[in-house]
């Protein structure tokens, strides 16, 4: 009997550190041009309010996980995820930062799904990179302080 508590006791600290689940970024009719698409799994299990608020770059303790990818194609997963529920966005930008398609889909159980659909659209492009941010290749980076050298 020990031997099944220690193996379901195993069984359950594997499934607690989470799992990789297959991303699916759709409709196939949306297909904006960009240079970066983001995808970011968030602590909440509620979406951000725009894409404006998903783009932020100065919320990562929000954020659980944060893949990069340059083609629709290679987006395939969301890599491995804590387990519970968690909201997913999607973000396309073009090679300046400036947003070209966001989606995102709430309430992700990722004990149990199967896969991450997320439904996205073309959004207007009005922002790109945060105040204090540069842009290079469609990321949104911080500029390191050259040290006097």
Not at 25 to 45: K, Y
Not at 100 to 115: E, L, W
Not at 124 to 141: E, I, M, R, T, V
Request: hydrophobic share 45%; net charge neutral.
């Amino acid at each position: 009997m020990t031997r099944w508590l220690a193996i379901t006791m195993m069984l359950l600290a594997l499934t607690s550190c989470g799992r990789e689940v297959p991303l699916r970024i759709g409709p196939a009719s949306v297909e904006p041009t960009f240079a970066l698409l983001e995808v970011r799994v968030w602590r909440s299990a509620e979406c951000p309010l725009s894409a404006a608020d998903a783009a932020s770059v100065d919320n990562f303790g929000d954020v659980a996980v944060v893949r990069y990818y340059t083609s629709l194609a290679s987006a395939t997963s969301v890599g491995v995820v804590p387990s519970g529920a968690h909201a997913v966005s999607v973000l396309a930008r073009d090679g300046t930062c400036v947003a070209r398609a966001y989606g995102c889909t709430p309430r992700v159980d990722f004990a149990s799904a199967a896969s991450v659909d997320v439904v996205w659209a073309t959004v207007a492009p009005s922002f790109a990179c945060s105040a204090g941010y540069q842009c290079g290749a469609g990321s949104c980076f911080e500029p390191r302080l050259d040290a006097g050298r």
